[in-house]
């Protein structure tokens, strides 16, 4: 069973970066496709980006384009998002997904394993 565990979030003014961590157990790596989630109170889950299998291909949603990028390391088990020049909008719990098919898929129903979150705010 895989486990995955976020790390990272915090509390950070508008313009900011942040780095969020994803820590993997229980799974070969290289057979997952990873994403981020993120949902804020009374909103529905969204999308904010997707990494293959060997981390050369990735997807970002329109909001996050150009400011936030998605990294994994096979080796060291891990993936990340860099967030930068964050945004109050930002705000939000962000999630860190494994999915069976180890391409970059954006749909919630694709993904198999999921972190506990780990809280990003950002002040204005």
């Known amino acids: 069973q895989v486990q995955l565990v976020e790390s990272g979030g915090g509390l950070v003014q508008a313009g900011g970066s942040l780095r969020l961590s994803c820590a993997a157990s229980g799974g070969t790596s290289s057979n997952y496709g990873m994403g981020w989630f993120r949902q804020a109170p009374g909103k529905a889950r969204e999308f904010v980006s997707a990494i293959n299998w060997s981390g050369g291909g990735t997807v970002y949603a329109d909001s996050v384009k150009g400011r936030f990028s998605i990294s994994r390391d096979n080796a060291k088990n891990t993936v990340w998002l860099r967030m930068n020049n964050l945004k109050p909008e930002d705000t939000a719990l962000y999630y860190c997904?494994?999915?069976?098919?180890?391409?970059?898929?954006?749909?919630?129903?694709?993904?198999?394993?999921w972190g506990q979150g780990t809280q990003v705010t950002v002040s204005s």
């Open positions: 997904a494994a999915s069976r098919i180890p391409y970059t898929v954006v749909q919630t129903t694709q993904y198999d394993y």
